[in-house]
């Protein structure tokens, strides 16, 4: 069966630090990858997506990047980090045959 | 952007009421999806309608979709405490299905 795996589930940055978020997914391959955002109490944001390796697409433009080395793996990666960074990121992927996406449970981050 | 818009944004209900949200959308759409977040976490699948369905039912799951107004509903039946979460609908788009979601609907249910 699939997995998908997203690590730290909380982060603690201070403002300038780099930023790296990892997931990796299992038991599929050539999945869609997805870096979503969500802010407390809102929807979800796309921030990035990848059809395959080195692939990535840029929804908004943002203090962010994304890069994906791996079929299975989507980092998700900042220089320095702004207070604006803050929210809970969500990892997801799609494809295999599914129509519908499967979430990481997510990396809570906190720039301060 | 938000795609979708859902309505009521917070929704607070005895247990074994029924509760429903409302999702509407702005595009032509494949399909409509509806997730569920608890709190904190990341979201799960709960049931997809497509463009060519009118309604579609999943144990204590019922989903509309009217295209021509360009809106869904997602009714939960018989609700229970463990039902409390957020509910969002979400659209299909692109070739890498990137979905949009709306706003969500926080829905509590009381024992």
Known sequence: ?112 | SQQGEEDPQALSIQEGENATMNCSYKTSINNLQWYRQNSGRGLVHLILIRSNEREKHSGRLRVTLDTSKKSSSLLITASRAADTASYFCATTRGSARQLTFGSGTQLTVLP
Do not use: M
């Open chain 1, 1 to 112: 069966s699939q997995t998908i795996h997203q690590w730290p589930a909380t982060l603690v940055q201070p403002v300038g630090s780099p930023l790296s978020l990892e997931c990796t997914v299992e038991g599929t391959s050539n999945p869609n990858l997805y870096w979503y955002r969500q802010a407390a109490g809102r929807g979800l944001q796309l921030l990035f997506y990848s059809v395959g390796i080195g692939q990535i697409s840029s929804e908004v433009p943002q203090n962010l990047s994304a890069s994906r080395p791996q079929d299975r793996q989507f980092i998700l990666s900042s220089k320095k980090l702004l207070l604006s960074d803050s929210g809970f990121y969500l990892c997801a992927w799609s494809g295999g045959g599914y129509t519908e996406a499967f979430f990481g449970q997510g990396t809570r981050l906190t720039v301060v």
